[in-house]
């Protein structure tokens, strides 16, 4: 296993980040995005909000789904020998 400041895992990764820079970039925001959305879903539910709770579950779970094939197909493209 190697330690965070040793030179493979430096390297390793710098070219991590060179080549999923968005992703490094902005992840931070990304996950305080669902933990906003999570977070108003479960308190719509708690308010009684229910119908209103359920209906951003699903748009959630409609997003994420495209989200990932279309990160599935960019993937499929990029790796096309």
Do not use: C, K
């Amino acid at each position: 296993m190697g330690r965070r400041g040793s030179r493979l895992i430096t390297t390793v990764l710098a070219r991590s980040r060179e080549a999923h820079g968005f992703a490094w970039r902005y992840w931070p925001l990304v996950y305080l995005a669902i933990l906003a959305g999570v977070s108003t879903a479960v308190a719509l539910d708690l308010l009684g909000y229910h119908y209103a709770s359920q209906a951003l579950w699903l748009r959630s779970g409609e997003g994420l789904l495209i989200i990932l094939a279309l990160a599935w197909v960019d993937h499929a493209i990029n790796t096309v020998d």
